[in-house]
């Protein structure tokens, strides 16, 4: 408990019997602290930074003892690492790449030579930072990316603040792109200061080391501590930051209300080359900086370190909206924001231009990733949620280095030139090439009406593993909870709806523009089935099922169909209908003809919004008897009685009555659906029969 007291602005997570239970296995405790250091965003970056540890095994060839490093592989996060996320190399044989490395316009081709150093088969592929690990010879290393120490290392005078806080316990190196030279460079810096705890890296971040990986962990939170306890020291004395306050923040209601309303005609703007998802944040870091006097300033130097760059790019947007801008008229905020999008896509290609190579990779999506609206918050565009999310991280992790840099000096960013060779490094571009190919939906947002269970549930699970990002909704908050359960929030959320009600159906629309960004597929699902004669059939009985299913059609075909518009980026509305919308059938005057009115409703607005490239279509299911809600209740027993059979028989008469004598699933409706999405994508008005085949039931 003491030495949890010890520390104001890291945590103290180290658990002496977690320690216990891992022993003497070091790859097992230099994972546990990779994960620990990377759970705490102030203190790394999500997927930034690598730490290492090393162990003597014994060479399989020579069965000599041989030391080997352990670190995190290409592309890994320290804050998930796994044993099979880390690589295993001969160290030794990395200090012998020193006789090959033929300077700094070779850099490159050493990192093809980490692979001849490889000594566990299983590995991950090495990182650029393998041998800025390997050529220091401490057991346990850890290189982060902490705000605090980024500060420091983006400061004007870098080296003196280091200095100043640390004394001769601190090395330091100027600013260079990581590589071999980097760990030629580190090595020296501790040959000429023996007995330094730690180097920081200008503009980049900090290496820190130990014996056993405890000592590590304990080395790291204290340099950061240190650095963490100067900025604030030097905040508290200047008494503001930012040059303080310019504009006053909206309330958070009226703010998330300004995002929602906002975030479609964003993305559109921001999808002009690819599909982009969005994410908003008002954090109170983001307030204090864009609502201040140097914003204006600080915001088109761009970001210091590599790591936040590459996922921000270079610099942001800053909307020229007043925080109470009236955003209702789409085409007046849109002529008012279009011309900033084109200079931004002017000045992202005359920065390509300018610093492009002879063998530089093609320029990349010229739109913004980091959107600002002074007194709102800031949105993120990227290819899916998570990426996006992870982008906001990453430029408030900017915003509290310029915040420090500022506060202790003059905040000082990468010159465009090396901002550049690092985005479009080769070696990153074929990082870039090895990710795996998106599937048909990614970068889709859809919501699912009815998607608490059954049919609608199917459906929202289809779309997911597709790559889509869905907002289920359901008027049942027990069945939502046990939908979403199974998913994070970077892939789907819940919200409560209404179908019968406009300002329900509005609410889970504004919950899809402020989490995602916007909409691009609606499927409504939700729905219930009476069986009953028309003498049976009561007023309330008819109204309900007008209002659920064809109400609740309307409603959500037009409040979507308003957001997909305001993007610019097409659509798609699905409708679940019915067999029975097409074939008479006994005790079914209400469900049948409110059926036959959602396919009709359907192809009036596949007719009208077509324009616009909203494709309408619609999926007759019949007999989804096996894992459907409206089963469970009197709709089984009114079909079974309607039939003169008991409702156990109803699957295998559902089954015996179709051409293909199939029993229909949930999953057939949802394959239906995905058909309509990602494969029929020239088809509107259309109806696609999931029934196995019922003849009567044929489209004519």
């Known amino acids: 408990m003491e030495i949890k007291n010890k520390y104001k602005f890291v945590n103290h997570l180290w658990d002496p019997k977690k320690e216990a239970e891992l022993g003497e296995d070091q790859v097992a405790l230099f994972l546990y602290r990779s994960n620990l250091l990377g759970s705490d965003l102030r ?116 080296q003196k603040i280091t200095k100043e806080i640390w004394g001769d316990t601190m090395g330091w190196v100027p600013w260079q ?91 559109g703007l921001c999808s002009s080359e690819n599909a982009m998802i969005g994410h908003f944040t008002d ?44 955003l209702s008229d789409d085409q007046k905020i849109l002529d008012k924001i279009s011309n900033s999008f084109e200079q931004y896509r002017k000045d992202y290609q005359d920065y390509y231009n300018a610093c492009k190579h002879p063998n530089s990779p093609a320029i990349r999506d010229a739109n913004p990733v980091v959107i600002l609206y002074p007194g709102v918050g800031m949105f993120t565009f990227a290819k899916n949620k998570q990426t996006a999310r992870v982008a906001s991280e990453f430029y408030i992790n900017a915003i509290n280095v310029m915040r420090g840099a500022e506060a202790i000096s003059q905040y000082t960013s990468l010159p465009r030139q090396e901002a ?40 929202a699970d289809k779309l997911i593993a597709e790559g889509a990002n869905v907002v289920f909704t359901d008027v049942s908050e027990d069945y939502l909870k046990e939908a979403t359960s199974a998913y994070s929030s970077d892939q789907a959320i819940g919200s409560h709806c209404d179908v019968t009600q406009a300002d329900s159906l509005a ?30 059939t009561t007023e309330s009985d008819w109204d309900l099922l007008q209002n659920v299913l064809v109400k609740g059609q309307f409603l959500l075909s037009k409040t979507a169909s308003k957001i997909m518009k305001k993007q610019g980026l097409g659509g798609n509305i699905v ?88 029993i229909i699933r949930p999953e057939d409706i949802a394959n239906g659906v995905f058909a309509f999405l990602a494969i029929l994508d020239k088809s509107t008005g259309n109806i696609i029969n999931v029934d196995g085949g019922v003849a009567n039931a044929f489209v004519r």
């Open 177 to 267: 792109r990581p590589g071999f030279d980097l760990g030629l460079q580190l090595e020296a810096c501790l040959n000429n200061n023996p007995g330094i705890r730690g180097i920081v890296l200008g503009s980049h971040g900090v290496f820190t080391w130990g014996e056993t990986s405890y000592e590590s962990y304990i080395n790291s939170l204290e340099v950061i501590e240190a650095a963490s306890q100067y900025i604030e020291d030097q905040i508290a004395k200047n008494g503001s930051v930012f040059g303080g306050q310019k504009i006053n923040s909206l309330s958070s209601d009226q703010r998330k209300d300004k995002a929602a309303q906002l975030a479609p005609l964003l993305r």
């Open 420 to 459: 550049f060779d690092i985005e479009y490094w080769l070696l990153e571009e074929a990082k870039l090439q090895r990710q795996p190919n998106e599937k048909p939906l990614s970068r889709k947002v859809a919501l699912v009406t009815g998607s608490g269970g059954g049919i609608g549930r199917a459906i």
């Open 283 to 326: 954090d109170d870091k983001v307030l204090e900086y864009i609502n201040s006097n140097d914003l204006e300033r600080l915001a088109p130097m761009g970001t210091s370190c590599p790591d936040h760059f590459l996922r921000t790019k270079i610099k942001p947007l800053i909307l020229n909206l007043a925080p109470d801008e009236d």
């Open 43 to 158: 203190i790394t970056n999500y997927g930034g930074g690598n730490t290492s540890c090393k162990t003597i095994e014994r060479d399989p060839l020579t069965h000599e003892d041989v030391e080997v490093m352990w670190i995190k592989g290409s592309g890994g996060d320290i804050g998930t690492l796994q044993r099979s996320g880390i690589a295993g190399l001969y160290n030794q044989r990395l200090h012998d790449l020193k006789k090959v490395y033929r300077g700094l316009e070779h850099e490159d081709e050493m990192v093809a030579l980490f692979n001849h150093c490889i000594y566990d088969l299983d590995s991950r592929a090495p990182s650029i930072d393998t041998p800025l690990h390997g050529l220091l010879p401490f057991k346990h290393i850890d290189h982060l990316h902490p705000d605090a120490l980024i500060a420091i290392a983006a400061a004007e005078d870098s």
């Open 507 to 536: 609410q889970a629309v504004q919950k899809a523009c402020l989490q995602f960004g916007g909409l691009d597929i609606v499927v409504h699902s939700a729905g219930l089935a009476i069986s009953k004669s028309i003498l049976d």
């Open 575 to 662: 409708n679940i209908a019915s067999k029975n919308g097409l074939v008479s059938g006994p005790n079914n005057a209400g469900y049948g003809t409110a059926k036959a009115a959602q396919m009709h409703l359907s192809r009036l607005l596949a007719a009208e919004l077509a324009k616009d490239q909203i494709r309408v279509n619609t999926v007759n299911p019949d007999g989804v008897i096996v894992g459907s809600k409206i089963w469970e209740g009197k709709w089984a027993e009114g079909r079974a009685k309607a039939h003169g059979i008991s409702v156990e028989e109803l699957p295998a008469f559902y089954a015996k009555r179709n051409l293909l004598n199939e």
